[in-house]
């Protein structure tokens, strides 16, 4: 067990790597229109830096980024292959299980999210699950795109980029 509390452990680096090659569609459940919140950050990469199908769900807002929202995850036109999680803690059951009955292949909870009874219900249905992580971050990692999504970190590598 860690120190924190944290009993539950996820994929590896590569294996999260692959989950992302292997998606064509990201729903982002909590999506918000408002340029301030992360949902919006990471909607505008995935946008413009990724060749993912993005869908948002949201029961309150029209539109995002030009695109419609979506009620719920069963309201999309296709299973997401990842479902991407901005909503509360006490909200997470409630997406797995919207999650679920969609189809979507693996639950992703945002930077700052962990919920284990929802990360062993996720597997236990099937799905590949990723918490606490960012999957704009992840995604500009993996890519050699740090430095030009915002995230400059500082280290000069000779390894080779991933490309996808």
């Not at 989950?19 to 919140?37: C, E, M, N, Q, Y």
């Not at 991407?84 to 803690?89: G, P």
Request: aromatic share 8%.
């Amino acid at each position: 067990m860690s120190t924190d509390g944290r009993i539950w452990t996820g994929p590896s680096a590569p294996e999260r790597l692959n989950l992302l090659r292997a998606a064509t569609s990201i729903a982002i459940v909590g999506a918000s229109d408002k340029p301030t919140r992360a949902s919006y950050f990471v909607a505008t990469y995935l946008q413009s830096s990724t060749r993912y199908k993005v869908y948002f769900v949201n029961p309150v807002v029209k539109e995002i980024l030009g695109e419609p929202t979506y009620a719920s995850l069963a309201d999309l036109p296709e299973s997401p292959d990842i479902v991407d999680v901005f909503r509360k803690h006490d909200d997470l059951p409630g997406v797995l299980d919207e999650a679920v009955a969609a189809g979507a292949k693996t639950l992703r909870l945002q930077l700052g999210s962990w919920h284990e009874d929802v990360a062993a219900g996720a597997e236990a249905a099937g799905l590949n699950v990723v918490m606490d992580r960012c999957v704009k971050i992840e995604h500009a990692r993996f890519h050699g795109g740090l430095h030009l999504a915002g995230f400059d970190t500082g280290v000069i590598s000779s390894k080779r980029q991933l490309l996808s």
